[in-house]
């Protein structure tokens, strides 16, 4: 789960994170306030969206003025926000954060992120910061530093002075910073985060360090144990498809392609989506309906694929293990009542009561294709829904 900017900032000041000071307005009149109350000019008006490249698509302005400060949060606050992160149809922008401006010294990058391969946690730091952290790794990896902690152990002074040095900082700056990183770190496991990153950090001239931007994301299976995180959810910044199959438990992912599909089992759900790509196409989704689905579930995650204006065909590939192919084809049936398919339909279930399953179909009056193998699968809805 992701949650917004001037939240993020919120719990970093919770944990003694320091930020500018500042507050999240919905309207000019309200920005204004904000700015009085700092008391100083310059101040910073940013526009709170789940994307990054806010400034390159003009979502982050410098107010010098009372003024400057209204225009800014009236030209920001309902404009469709384009970034590289947004994709062409950009996000509406309801709120802007305004905050102080900072006497910048040095602009750093720093991000704590779990390592699969390892099972520590990783932190990345770049001299190269406010840049994108993407194109820096790509282009001057040297300029990466990476250190793992491992959970058991916890942060230790080694690792502090590790990426303290790496990051060439003067001796004034390594005390603030590695208390910095030591709360951040324990943020990080607090919180059950699978992200935490701050771009820029920055190094004022008065040799203090602060977090210019947040970043924060949760573990989603987390978030039982984290009730006050999960209020901090803004479903219009999440797709509608998405949140619609969140309340199903259904791991569903939106994607851009034309070929929906129905999968239990995200290894093969995976599968599909390559199988899907090979023959030619795209596939328009990633659905897991999880190996304990019942027909409900098949029926709603039938719904939210067809609800899709974009998918032109589908395919349902099932293993019948935990998820009997019997109550699979009851849930398609089900679906299929309540909702007009228009669409090619190609199936191919194998596994626990595959007959009943294919039984159930055959008799449905349903219009769709069967395959042998995935292979199949794939060659007939790319041939025929796309």
Request: charged content about 25%; glycine content about 10%; some cysteine.
């Amino acid at each position: 789960m992701k949650i917004h900017e001037f939240q993020a900032k919120r719990i970093f000041r919770q944990n003694h994170i320091p930020v500018p000071d500042g507050d999240v307005a919905v309207d000019p009149q309200k920005a204004v306030k904000i700015a009085q109350n700092i008391g100083k000019f310059p101040v910073v008006v940013k526009a709170q969206i789940h994307a990054g490249g806010r400034g390159k698509g003009g979502g982050v302005k410098l107010a010098h003025s009372l003024e400057d400060v209204s225009h800014h949060a009236d030209a920001i606050i309902g404009m469709n926000l384009v970034t590289h992160q947004t994709g062409p149809e950009g996000k509406r922008v309801k709120q802007v954060l305004v905050e102080s401006g900072v006497d910048i010294e040095k602009e750093l990058y720093l991000s704590l992120i779990p390592d699969r391969e390892t099972a520590c946690v990783l932190v990345i730091a770049s001299e190269a910061g406010g840049m994108d952290i993407e194109e820096v790794a790509s282009k001057t990896p040297e300029k990466i530093i990476k250190v793992r902690i491992n959970p058991l152990s916890g942060i230790q002074p080694f690792h502090c002075r590790k990426v303290s040095y790496g990051l060439n900082l003067p001796k004034p700056v390594i005390k603030a910073f590695s208390q910095m990183l030591n709360r951040l770190y324990q943020l990080f496991i607090e919180k059950d985060c699978s992200l935490v990153e701050i771009n820029p950090l920055v190094i004022t001239k008065q040799n203090s360090v602060i977090a210019l931007d947040a970043k924060m994301d949760f573990d989603d299976n987390a978030l039982f144990r984290h009730k006050g995180i999960l209020e901090l959810r803004d479903l219009d910044e999440e797709d509608p498809l998405d949140v619609e199959a969140s309340k199903y438990n259904l791991n569903y992912i939106n994607l851009d392609g034309t070929v929906g599909n129905m999968v239990n089992g995200a290894g093969l759900a995976m599968a599909v989506m390559d199988t899907i790509k090979l023959a030619g196409a795209e596939p328009a989704n990633f659905l897991d309906v999880g190996g304990g689905a019942t027909a409900e579930m098949v029926e709603n995650g039938f719904k939210i694929i067809l609800s899709d204006d974009k998918v032109k065909g589908i395919l349902i590939n099932i293993f019948g293990g935990i998820l009997r192919c019997d109550v699979l084809a009851k849930g398609v049936v089900e679906a299929a009542k309540k909702t007009k398919i228009n669409v090619p339909l190609v199936v191919r279930m194998e596994g626990t009561n595959v007959e009943e399953g294919r039984r159930i179909l055959a008799e449905s009056g349903l219009s769709l294709f069967t395959a042998v193998d995935m292979k199949d699968a794939g060659e007939k809805v790319a041939r025929i829904g796309v």
